[in-house]
C-alpha cells in the first residue's frame, strides 16, 4: 500500500512516463478528511473513466474549514485512500487550491463531485479556475458520484472537531441560521457602501536573528534577516471589507513621503478622502521580530513608531471636513477606526455623528494614546462599536467589573444597537438591546494577534449593518478574527471564499 503514496516532488516523473506508455490519467483531489461510502463510489466511477487513478489532497497547512480541520492528518488520510482497491496513486499537495495538483497530474479525466456541476454549489469559485486548467492541458472534466455524503457533517455530529463551548455555539447558531442563510447573508454584504475614517498605518515586520548581548554595553545584537510592511490600520479594514463588497472608500490624511505613492497605487480607487499634507507623518510602527518558529505565536522583540502626536492643523481639518461631507452623503455605512493619533478631532468626530446613516466605532487603546482615546469620553453615539478588555477597562475606571453589565451600560450611554467585547484567547461578548451572546475563540494557533481586532470589526460591522442576529454577527466577526491570527500582522486580508468556507463547515450538521 505504500507504494501507492507518492512525494510531491517526485510524483511528476511516474505521472510523465504512465502517459508515455499510453495510460489514460483520471485525477480526483479534495481534502477528504473522512473516508465514507460516498467517496468509495466517487472514486469507483472515476476509475472506470480511465486506466490509472490519482488522489491529490489539500495538505493540512492549506485545508480551510475551519478550526479542527483536518481531523485527520496528512498521513493518515493518505492512509485510508491508499487503502482502496480502485486509487492507484495518492499525493498530498502543499498548495490552497486545486491547480497545481492538475499541473502535476497532468490528467486527460479531472473527476468532481455530481454536486459541482451547480455553480451556486463552489463557494470559493475554485471550481471554474480548475476546469481552465485542465483544459489548458488538454484534459476534459466529468461530474461522477452517484451517492452524496458529508465528510464535514459526520466530523461535526460524531467526532470532538471543535471544543465543546465552540460546537455548542455553532449548533445553536445553525438552528437559526444555516449554511445557505450563512452564504446568502455574506452575499448581500456586496450591496452595502461603506466609508471607512481613520489612519493608515504601515506595520514594517523586521526578522532578525538575535546574537546575544554586546560585550561592552550589554545591549542587544541581532542581525538583520529581511522586511516586509503591510498595510495596516484603517487600510488593513479597508482591505478586509473589498473581499466583501467593491464599494469602498477610505477617508483619512497622510504626509508627503515620496514613497508613499507606489505603496497606495492598490488602493487608488478606494482614496477619493485622501488628503497628504505637506509636511504630515505618516505612520509606522516597526516591530523587530525573531524568525517565526512553526506552530508558536510570532515573537516580538522591540517596537519603534514613526508618528506625530498632533491633531489635524485648522487648514487641514478644514479640508477634510469638507470632503468627509461629500462622502458621508454617498456611505450607507460609516466605520470609524479611531486609533488616537490626531485625525478624529472633535469637529470630525461630531460631524460624523450627525451625518452618518449607520455608525460604527472601534476606538483603540494603545501605546501612544493610552487613558486618553476612551470610547464614552469621546463619542455620542455609535450604533454599533466592538472594544477589547484593556478599553472597556478605562472606559468604567475600575478594575474588577462584570463585563457584560459593563458592556450594557457602554451599549446604552452611546444609543447603540450592538456592541461587542473581545476578550482575545478567552471569549467574545455580543450584546444587543435584547440578546447577549457569548462565543470562544474559533483557532488557537495563533501566529500573530496583531490586527486580529481590526478583522473582527470589520466583519461584525457589516453584520450590524445589515440587521442580522447577535449571534450571526458575532460568529462572522469571530471567522474574521480567526483568520487574522494565522498570519503575521496584516500580511493578507480576510478572504471571503475561506471565510465562507470556514462558516459553513461550522455549521453543517
Excluded at 465552540?166 to 466609508?195: G, W
Aim: charged letters at 25%; aromatic letters at 8%.
Amino acid at each position: 500500500m505504500s507504494h501507492k503514496i507518492l512525494n510531491y516532488h517526485r510524483a511528476s516523473a511516474v505521472f510523465a512516463a504512465l502517459r508515455k506508455k499510453g495510460k489514460t490519467i483520471v485525477q480526483c483531489h479534495g481534502t477528504f478528511d473522512l473516508v465514507h461510502p460516498g467517496h468509495v463510489i466517487h472514486f469507483e466511477e472515476a476509475k472506470k473513466l480511465g486506466d490509472v487513478l490519482v488522489v491529490t489532497l489539500t495538505d493540512a497547512a492549506h485545508v480551510n474549514k475551519g478550526p479542527g480541520r483536518p481531523f485527520f492528518n496528512d498521513a493518515l488520510r493518505s492512509k485510508a485512500l491508499a487503502a482502496l482497491e480502485s486509487i492507484d496513486y495518492v499525493v498530498t499537495v502543499p498548495h490552497p487550491t486545486a491547480v497545481e495538483a492538475i499541473e502535476l497530474v497532468r490528467p486527460h479525466v479531472y473527476c468532481k463531485g455530481l454536486e459541482y456541476q451547480d455553480s451556486a454549489n463552489d463557494v470559493t469559485g475554485n471550481i471554474q479556475q480548475d476546469v481552465a486548467t485542465v483544459k489548458r492541458l488538454g484534459g476534459r472534466v466529468r461530474y461522477v458520484g452517484s451517492e452524496v455524503f458529508s465528510s464535514t457533517r459526520l466530523l461535526n455530529n460524531y467526532f470532538e472537531t471543535q471544543e465543546p463551548k465552540v460546537k455548542d455555539f455553532c449548533r445553536q447558531l445553525a438552528e437559526r441560521f444555516d449554511p445557505r442563510a450563512f452564504r446568502a447573508s455574506v452575499d448581500a454584504f456586496a450591496r452595502k457602501k461603506v466609508l471607512v475614517i481613520g489612519e493608515i498605518i504601515f506595520d514594517r515586520y523586521s526578522t532578525v536573528d538575535v546574537q546575544g548581548l554586546t560585550s561592552k554595553n550589554r545591549i542587544l545584537s541581532a542581525r538583520h534577516l529581511g522586511e516586509e510592511t503591510h498595510g495596516g490600520g484603517a487600510l488593513a479594514v479597508v482591505r478586509h471589507l473589498r473581499e466583501f463588497t467593491p464599494h469602498v472608500r477610505l477617508a483619512t490624511v497622510t504626509g508627503n513621503e515620496p514613497w508613499l505613492g507606489k505603496l497606495l497605487q492598490p488602493y487608488r480607487k478606494c482614496l477619493s478622502g485622501l488628503i497628504r499634507q505637506k509636511d504630515g507623518v505618516t505612520i509606522v510602527k516597526q516591530r523587530f521580530v525573531e524568525p517565526k518558529a512553526e506552530g508558536k505565536e510570532l515573537s516580538k522583540l522591540f517596537s519603534l513608531n514613526f508618528i506625530r502626536n498632533e491633531p489635524l492643523d485648522a487648514k487641514t481639518e478644514k479640508k477634510f471636513l469638507s470632503r468627509l461631507r461629500k462622502l458621508l452623503r454617498w456611505a450607507d455605512v460609516v466605520l470609524v477606526m479611531d486609533f488616537g493619533h490626531g485625525l478624529m478631532t472633535d469637529p470630525v468626530r461630531r460631524l460624523v455623528e450627525k451625518q452618518a446613516k449607520f455608525l460604527a466605532v472601534n476606538c483603540q487603546t494603545n501605546s501612544n494614546n493610552h487613558g486618553f482615546n476612551i470610547i464614552n469620553r469621546r463619542y455620542r453615539r455609535a450604533d454599533s462599536f466592538s472594544l477589547d478588555q484593556m478599553e472597556i477597562t478605562l472606559a468604567v475606571g475600575r478594575r474588577q467589573f462584570d463585563f457584560a453589565e459593563a458592556l450594557g451600560y457602554l451599549r446604552r450611554t452611546l444609543k447603540s444597537r450592538y456592541a461587542w467585547l473581545t476578550r482575545g484567547a478567552r471569549e467574545t461578548i455580543g450584546l444587543t438591546p435584547r440578546e447577549t451572546c457569548y462565543c470562544a475563540p474559533l483557532e488557537h494557533n495563533v501566529v500573530d494577534t496583531v490586527g486580529a481586532g481590526d478583522a473582527f470589526c470589520a466583519l461584525a460591522t457589516l453584520a450590524a449593518a445589515d440587521g442580522l442576529p447577535i449571534e450571526a454577527a458575532t460568529f462572522l466577526g469571530q471567522l474574521a478574527g480567526a483568520q487574522a491570527v494565522r498570519v503575521p500582522g496584516n500580511a493578507e486580508p480576510v478572504k471571503k471564499s475561506d471565510l465562507l468556507k470556514s462558516g459553513i463547515s461550522l455549521l453543517t450538521f
